[in-house]
């Protein structure tokens, strides 16, 4: 798969154990094994992909105000990368 300037799981290896997942506006908190996400969408697999998938739920997904929208974000990624 092509990177396309995406973080992809690999990059996390000897970083993180676990990727924490949050969002202030609609409260999802969640915290992911990094390795089982590599067995699961493998070392190339894109982040941006998967956090679509997994907010694909969201209430504030599709909110028609741009300023009310889904903010998932991984609060651990600035300090590791």
Same mark, same amino acid.
């Given at each position: 798969?092509?990177?396309?300037?995406?973080?992809?799981?690999?990059?996390?290896?000897?970083?993180?154990?676990?990727? +924490?997942?949050?969002?202030?506006?609609?409260?999802?908190?969640?915290?992911?094994?990094?390795?089982?996400?590599? +067995?699961?969408?493998?070392?190339?697999?894109?982040?941006?992909?998967?956090?679509?998938?997994?907010?694909?739920?969201?209430?504030?997904?599709?909110?028609?105000?741009?300023?009310?929208?889904?903010?998932?974000?991984?609060?651990?990624?600035?300090?590791?990368?």
């Amino acid at each position: 798969m092509r990177r396309d300037g995406s973080l992809v799981f690999g990059d996390l290896l000897g970083k993180l154990t676990t990727l +924490a997942v949050v969002c202030d506006k609609c409260g999802r908190r969640g915290r992911y094994s990094v390795s089982r996400l590599i +067995a699961q969408h493998g070392a190339d697999g894109k982040m941006t992909d998967w956090r679509a998938a997994i907010t694909a739920d969201c209430p504030k997904r599709r909110s028609l105000d741009m300023s009310d929208q889904c903010g998932a974000r991984s609060p651990d990624l600035p300090k590791v990368l």
